[in-house]
């Protein structure tokens, strides 16, 4: 006899993460240099003003950190011009929707989000047997007026994330306002802005502006991409400061360690880094475009993140494995209902063109 789980749990998909280098090495016996564009990660690596920070707190990790995060959030408090006690810090951006999850879904709750959407939001619903709502996107960005018509008394949680992922299309800043303003009062919108950083749009939205007016908002941020600290786990969110005091009833004790803390104290500081990494974005993204053009029978879209959705005429999978095997970690996105498409991240100039030399070979 084994233990009985809850019977929602059975049907739990668990997240996939982009193949790490290491696996794809250890599997196909590849001798040459790999390269992973799979899980949009910084191709120019941490702040070298964090790994800074990190060589000088490893003579105290044997010290838990301070479970507050006081030096952080105050930080992010300057920064952001946010009050200290509406910043709640996570283990990556994902944990506080897994927060907000715990904190605000019973069963038959339901959550709204589009289909194509981050999925750690749908993870989170599936765990506490809530019911997913899911809107198909329009023009490969969130349908907002059909996701608006979608809420009900019942509805606890809107998902929004702008970019979208694995889309990476946004919603602006006009269409956003006019959403907002109709929300209920009784449902948190959740604005994961993951990939704001490389933004310079003035379309796109800045969620901060919904927090400032007082609305029911939990606005998610993460070192994980322009700061490059994605090893390291860590990421933040802004709420009102009553639904920062629920998720934290829900939060794990010392879920920021000390390096991720001290790392992004010091990243926050690094604007060089960050500008450094959006132009290399930018460059990197108009380069593959480019490329893409050129090949028939692909489909791709302008992306506002640091990664491009390509659509193929042929299973993906046969295409991912190609590319593997050519030393090129890519990702599928079948689990977003995309059986023909890749998630590649945009990476160093070599990079890049290392990509598209694999891929024209495969396509070819």
């Not at 306002?177 to 796109?204: C, G, Q, W």
């Not at 829900?250 to 992004?264: D, E, H, I, K």
């Not at 590649?344 to 030399?357: D, H, L």
């Amino acid at each position: 006899m084994l233990p009985v789980p809850r019977p929602n749990i059975e049907g739990i998909r668990p997240y996939k993460p982009g193949k790490p280098i290491e696996q794809v090495v250890r599997e196909l016996g590849i001798k040459g240099p790999v390269i992973k564009l799979a899980s949009n990660e910084n191709p120019l690596g941490p702040s070298p003003r964090a790994l800074s920070a990190l060589r000088r707190v490893l003579p105290e990790l044997h010290y838990y950190p301070e479970d507050s995060g006081h030096l952080l959030r105050a930080k992010l408090s300057a920064t952001h011009k946010v009050d200290p006690v509406s910043i709640i810090l996570g283990n990556g951006s994902v944990e506080i929707i897994m927060m907000a999850c715990l904190a605000y879904l019973e069963p038959g709750d339901e959550l709204v989000m589009s289909d194509h959407s981050f999925m750690m939001a749908r993870l989170g619903a599936a765990i506490m047997n809530a019911r997913l709502v899911e809107v198909p996107t329009l023009d490969y960005t969130h349908d907002l007026e059909q996701m608006l018509s979608s809420i009900t008394p019942r509805t606890k949680i809107v998902y929004l994330d702008n970019p979208i992922n694995p889309l990476g299309t946004i919603v602006t800043k006009d269409a956003l306002n006019e959403f907002m303003a109709k929300v209920p009062e009784h449902v948190l919108v959740i604005v994961d802005e993951a990939y704001a950083e490389y933004i310079t749009s003035r379309d796109y939205p800045k969620a901060l502006d919904y927090y400032n007016q007082n609305k029911n908002v939990l606005i998610l941020h993460t070192f994980s991409k322009v700061y490059g600290l994605a090893g390291l786990r860590i990421g933040y969110g802004f709420a009102r400061p009553e639904i920062i005091g629920c998720l934290a009833k829900v939060r794990l004790p010392f879920n920021a360690s000390r390096s991720a803390q001290a790392a992004a104290l010091a990243a926050l500081d690094d604007k060089r880094h960050v500008v450094r990494s959006r132009q290399t974005n930018e460059a990197g993204k108009e380069f593959l475009y480019r490329e893409l053009k050129k090949l028939n029978k692909v489909f791709y879209l302008k992306s506002f993140a640091n990664f491009v959705f390509i659509n193929f005429a042929v299973d993906s999978q046969e295409i991912f494995e190609e590319l593997q095997h050519r030393g090129v970690i890519a990702r599928t996105v079948k689990e977003y209902n995309f059986p023909n498409a890749l998630r590649v991240s945009v990476g160093t100039p070599a990079e890049n063109k290392r990509f598209m030399k694999a891929l024209c070979e495969v396509v070819r």
